[in-house]
């Protein structure tokens, strides 16, 4: 009896679970896809098991990946990697035959590996080199506390092939554990479940149960400590800066239960945030339970934590449902936009969501006059065949994408936009999607449905921005233009009407300086506003790039920009200035600053601004 209603509910689950796999079988269709040698279509990986030990005196990884594998019948399964030494590869336990195919300098190399139709597991012994891309290892001095060194990876779009040989491709997921040996001083965290406390012996064991893409495979290392926000949120920093990022990411908590309200269960049980040391190349990366982030988002104020709304919605947008390939990239970051925007609209009003969708419409407008010679890098639907995915990573994306979406809304209306979103995330949930497959979606889940047209096509596969673009207003902006307009035609400014600005208010009036700004005005305002001195990192970059464009060299500028470039490697800013000086001609400057900048840079600033600096 027992036997017989086990079977049943067996078979009403693989019934209703049509994903359900067979076992060692493939049953996903994998597209072509250009940023990955993987042929997963005849060979997939499905787990990895990652036994890996940190030495920090070679700066090496060194251990194990061993995979589980799905098989249609192929003779070799190909992985990734780049700059990898590959040592040792067994196919179930067997030495087998591998090869590594001709390198690619952005793709690195096919490294195929001999297996047999039975084969369930590959296991490859390999170590990182200092050639490696994902890894910036940073001595005691790098760091906040300056007594222990660290590590982080950044794996997006496709660097994780630099520390794991991997299917390094959004469109595979896998589950994995791994076993990390560090120092025993220092403690290690991943995008997985993680040790609140350090261990004695300085072995950790992670464990991520959902399945991911291999470019949210995460690993940081360092003297950090865990504080907690509220059962599921909290912040990971050194000694240092733990209290203040407690501090400032106090509302976090609220965050998670506003995004849930709006778009379903947050569905990866814990959403921690660890704040690296400020070389990190990005504000923060989407790591499914961890989002890295950048120290320079701790302005004191909370008034930059919508950095943490973005990370979180990407828990939705990106990290649930992924974009399939990097030319979908849009569906990533454009969504994740729009959520970001929402999340913070229905926590603190709809006068900062105007903000920060005006600030993104303006970046708009500035990559669009940057991109005026190619166009079909305006396109949201991108073709990166033979380019770096992170080319993508622009404007286009994310602030097109977000207006796509924001005009959608306005034709459909909220209530059926956001049940269609709700819809979207939990139809593809741990799964995969790209451009097609969305717009077919999007046509019959909520544009036929209600009877509406919209000019889809032309938003994704269309260069520039469609004429039926929602139009963004900002009442408070609009004081703060007045403002600006009065000081320039007047050289006086009235301190009672902006005494209460927030900063996102400072970073509008300096980036809104007409071009013929004179010196003497940047110093009547720098002597008013202190704008040299201030703690918030986006109106000091946005100050310093004016102060570089408009030549002012006062209350020790130059001196400050400098300190600021050879400590901050976020991407974003440090090439903001970089582009100042040379929009100014100033390039010897820049030069001499990059001297001694550089060697505490990521890989993916130091590309970017070597790139920058040798056009
Ligand atoms: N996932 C991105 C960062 C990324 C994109 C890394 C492409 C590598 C390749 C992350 O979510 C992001 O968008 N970060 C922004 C945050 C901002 C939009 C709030 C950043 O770093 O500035
Ligand atoms: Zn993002």
Known sequence: ??????????????????????????????????????QPNQAVITHLDLDIAVDFDTQIISGTATYNIKNNNAKEIILDAKYLNIIDVKADG??????????????????????????????????????????????AQQTADKTNPFLFTQGQAILTRTWIPIQDSPQIRITYNATVKVPSELMAVMSAENPKEKTADGVYTFKMTQPIPAYLIALAIGDIEYKAISNRTGVYAEKSMIEKAHAEFSDMEKMVATAENLYGAYDWEQFDVIVLPPSFPFGGMENPRLTFATPTVIAGDKSLTTLVAHELAHSWSGNLVTNATWNDFWLNEGFTVYFEIRIMEALYGKERADMLALIGRQDLDDELESLKDSPNDTKLKLDLKGRDPGDGMNSIAYDKGYLFLRTLEEKVGRENMDAFL??????????????????????????????ITFNTEEWIYEAGIPDNAAVIKSDAFTTVKNVLTTFIETDAIDTAKTSEWPPQEWVYFIRNFPEDITTSQMQHLDDTFNFSESTNSYITMVWFEQSILNNYHGNDVDARISKFLNTVGRRWYVTTLFKAFKKADRIDEALAIYKTARPNYHTVTANTIDALLNE
């Not at 979207?424 to 999007?442: G, Q, R, V």
């Open 94 to 139: 067997e030495q087998t035959a591998f090869t590594l195919g001709d390198s690619d300098e952005k793709l690195g190399q096919p490294l195929a590996i001999s297996i047999q139709e039975t084969t369930k597991k590959i296991a490859i012994t390999y170590q990182t080199t200092d050639k490696t891309e994902a890894l910036q290892w940073l001595n």
């Open 1 to 38: 009896m027992k036997k017989v209603f086990i079977l049943a509910v067996c078979c009403i689950f693989a019934f209703t679970n049509c994903k359900q796999p067979k076992e060692n079988t493939i049953t996903n269709t994998y597209a072509e896809e250009p940023h990955s040698f993987a």
């Open 422 to 451: 709700k819809s979207y995330f939990k139809t593809h949930a741990f799964s995969t999607t790209n451009t097609e497959d969305f717009i077919t979606y999007l046509n019959i889940n909520l544009l036929n449905k209600n009877n």
